[in-house]
């Protein structure tokens, strides 16, 4: 079994290093989300619709990350590559665990007749200055908010919201 040398030991300490913080990051913006939500649902006991569109994003990042620690302890650890493709599964199941956090947050949300809680704050409809279809590969629509906050949020919750907002603003005339 060869070993490690010195430079190796640092570049795998800091790209390590590096998996952990984003997973630390998407772990503080879940336990955010949650807040938010529990806050919100004490709040309003009805007349809201969860939108949930995250199980197959959350399945898919979950399986890379069990394929990642399957693979680690499946893997013979003889030579020196060896050790860097073991390194390179763990990584991957670390960062893949923090996605499927990530998933969660970014497709889910609670729709009212005057706003949504998305992410980290509850926003209401009234507050929304712009909403411009970004330009990518993906189809998303950055949302800007009157603190000038951009929240990027699909075009298919998007679609969903709106309609919230049309049916609450309805509701506001006939009364």
């Given at each position: ?24 990051q ?21 007349g ?25 302890f ?40 005057d ?61």
């Amino acid at each position: 079994m060869s070993k490690f040398d010195t430079m190796d030991y640092i570049i795998c300490a800091a790209v390590l290093c590096y998996g952990i913080y984003l997973t630390v990051q998407n772990v503080r913006l879940f336990l955010a989300n949650e807040k938010v939500r529990k806050e919100y649902l004490n709040k309003h006991k009805d007349g809201y619709t969860m939108v949930n569109q995250y199980l197959p994003y959350m399945i898919f990042f979950l399986g890379f990350s069990v394929i990642g620690i399957i693979g680690i302890f499946v893997m013979e650890k003889n030579t020196k590559d060896e050790l860097y493709v073991c390194f390179a599964l763990a990584l991957m199941a670390i960062i893949s665990a923090g996605m499927a956090l990530d998933s969660i947050v970014k497709r889910r949300a609670i729709v009212d007749d005057d706003g949504f809680v998305y992410e980290k704050a509850h926003y209401r409809f009234r507050s929304i200055l712009s909403m411009d279809p970004m330009k990518s590969i993906i189809k998303n629509i950055d949302i800007l908010t009157t603190e000038r906050q951009h929240v990027v949020v699909s075009k298919k919750w998007v679609s969903i919201c709106m309609s919230a907002f049309w049916r609450g603003r309805n509701a506001r005339k006939i009364k």
